[in-house]
Nanobody
Framework: QVRLVESGGGSVRPGASLRLSCEVS????????LGWFRQAPGKKREGVAA????????YYVDSVKGRFTISHDNAKNTVYLQMNSLKPEDTAMYYC???????????????????WGQGTSVTVSA
């Protein structure tokens, strides 16, 4: 069983920064990527970013490119999401995900997620 535990959410003003962390434990050998998804109230869950377990490949949704950075610390088995220049539209519950991505798969497809964390809330408001 894969276990993912997120932390680092909070309530901030527009323009501020937050760093989310997700500690991964358990059997992760089938997951070759780790990622972050988010779900705003009344909206579908969407992929935010993903990183290969070696850290060599990253993907981002267009709306966060240039503002968010995903990284993976192999030694700590922790994935991070550094979020800068936060906007009100970034408000959502953020979920860490263990992803098994095969050739031809889309990293943001919910069907490639093997396991989810419990989520951490991010609110951006003036």
């Amino acid at each position: 069983q894969v276990r993912l535990v997120e932390s680092g959410g909070g309530s901030v003003r527009p323009g501020a920064s937050l760093r989310l962390s997700c500690e991964v434990s358990g059997h992760t050998y089938t997951a070759n990527y780790l990622g972050w998804f988010r779900q705003a109230p009344g909206k579908k869950r969407e992929g935010v970013a993903a990183v290969s377990k070696g850290g060599g490949f990253t993907y981002y949704v267009d709306s966060v490119k240039g503002r968010f950075t995903i990284s993976h610390d192999n030694a700590k088995n922790t994935v991070y999401l550094q979020m800068n220049s936060l906007k009100p539209e970034d408000t959502a519950m953020y979920y860490c995900a263990a992803i098994s991505l095969a050739v031809g798969d889309d990293w943001y497809d919910l069907n490639v997620v093997d396991a989810w964390g419990q989520g951490t809330s991010v609110t951006v408001s003036a």
